[in-house]
């Protein structure tokens, strides 16, 4: 190709700079052979039941992490659930190092109901979900896991309580007459949710069987209505739009078994359970503190120990002079905060690599600023004949909110 512009003291028709001669790409394209055409006309071959596709009126979220066995499987069994139905199913995928993402999009290169997003740099089920949803045109949407486990037989039904009118969220409950959890796994998965229910249905509006319930069905304009009020954090959306939705959902539950995992690993962990309790936590202080500021003044009060810690081994033990382990104290509880923030407050944001190591030095700096800021209104309240207390908890408060403020637009900034 040549370049668009000639280079200054050129010409056209001039002999310097000599343009570099690609003939591949000067070339016109080669002539087509009639059987070249007839090959181009005949793959990829269009899903047969997706050729004379309506627009959608069911979209299937999915999503998706590290599920790539799965991916073909679910699309077959969606394929045979939802006849009669113009459905497409729409898997968001985090950047998955199993190439799940390469796989849907491998099916969707000759199947146009099946549609991938591909997020960078992000995780998060709930946050996924919220993208996927609001990336649909269709009149309802569906939420059910990639791994096989809900069982997509029940989408029908779902879709026919919406349609009749009688419910605007269709929920596939493990926990009523005809459903069946025991796919859930060992005994203390079985337990955490039963406590996790408990916990939940006693801060819900409406009455639900199964509020952990990943599974579900609504109609898009009333999921884009709630949508500026979730939270997007952990595992469990449904909760989330529960929680947010105003009086006058209409709940049906949809008997669902939930089938063992059969390829692939369960995602949830400690850090997940966190999330939970750090969801239930926001909605009940109304949204009003932004849960990571909770998170992140409680990973410091954490740091303060740390640093209490060490401070008190290196003189104790030690017998290190107070500024060295003053300053070996704060470096190490700097590096512990750091580190939990990254794995907690920040888990959707996660840097790793290279940007970890920017992160944390910048992080130091950041804080490194935040105490001595604090530290100095905390002297000048002091000298003013502020009580100790007050002026101590005045310059920790500022130092918080400045890290906290600081650190999240040059440490994590959203990508
Ligand atoms: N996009 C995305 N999907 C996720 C993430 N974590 C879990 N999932 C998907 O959410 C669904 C439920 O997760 P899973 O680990 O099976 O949870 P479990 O069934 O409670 O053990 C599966 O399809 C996972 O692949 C995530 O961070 N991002
Ligand atoms: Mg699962």
Redesign the pocket.
């Known amino acids: 190709m040549r370049p668009e512009k000639t280079p200054p003291g050129s010409s056209q028709l001039g002999t310097s700079p000599p343009v570099p001669h690609h003939p591949e790409l000067d070339a016109p394209p080669p002539a087509a052979s009639p059987a070249m055409i007839m090959s181009a006309l005949a793959a990829p071959p269009i899903h047969p039941s997706a050729q004379a596709a309506a627009p959608p009126e069911l979209t299937v979220v ?6 790539r066995p799965n991916i073909a499987p679910l699309i077959a069994k969606l394929d045979a659930a939802l006849t009669g139905i113009a459905w497409e199913v729409l898997f ?3 950047d998955s190092p199993d190439g799940t993402a390469a796989e849907a999009r491998r099916i969707a290169a000759h199947d146009p109901r099946v549609r991938c997003i591909r ?1 960078i740099g992000r ?3 709930a946050s ?1 979900v919220i993208e996927g949803a609001l990336a649909s045109s269709a009149q309802y949407l569906a939420v059910m ?3 096989l ?1 809900h069982d997509e037989t029940r989408l029908p039904a779902m879709l026919a309580a919406l349609r009749g009118g009688d419910c605007n969220l269709a929920v596939a409950s493990r926990h009523v007459a005809g459903g069946d959890a025991a796919g859930l796994g060992p005994r203390w998965r079985h337990a955490l949710s039963d406590g996790g229910i408990h916990v939940a249905q006693r801060l819900l509006p409406v009455r639900l069987s199964d509020p952990l319930s ?1 599974f579900f069905m609504l109609p898009r304009e009333l999921f884009e209505r709630l949508a500026p009020s979730l939270t997007g954090q952990g ?1 469990k959306i449904l909760l989330d739009i529960v929680l947010s939705a105003p009086a006058g959902l209409r709940v049906t539950e949809i008997p669902s078994r939930f089938r063992e ?1 059969a390829a ?1 690993k ?3 962990d400690v850090l997940v359970l966190a999330q939970f309790a750090g969801l239930l936590l926001d909605k009940l202080l109304g949204g009003v503190v932004p849960l990571r500021f909770i998170a992140f003044a409680a990973v410091g009060a954490l740091g303060v120990l740390v640093n209490l810690a060490v401070l008190t081994v290196a003189l104790k033990l030690g017998q290190v002079p107070f500024a060295s382990a003053e300053t070996a104290a704060t470096v190490l509880a700097m590096v512990f905060n750091f580190v939990l923030n990254n794995e907690i407050t920040y888990r959707d944001q996660r840097l790793r690599h290279t940007p970890l190591w920017r992160g944390l030095v910048l992080f130091m700096l950041v804080c490194g600023l935040g105490a001595a800021a604090g530290i100095g209104i905390a002297r000048a309240l002091y000298s003013e004949h502020t009580a100790w207390s007050l002026a101590g908890a005045t310059g920790a408060v500022i130092a918080v909110v400045w890290n906290y403020a600081v650190s999240a637009t040059l440490v994590w900034r959203a990508r």
Not at 62 to 67: G, L
């Open positions: 999915v999503p998706c992490y590290n599920e968001v995928d985090d997020r995780r998060g089920l996924a896991d990639g791994d486990q990943g595992f995992r692939g369960s995602k949830l």
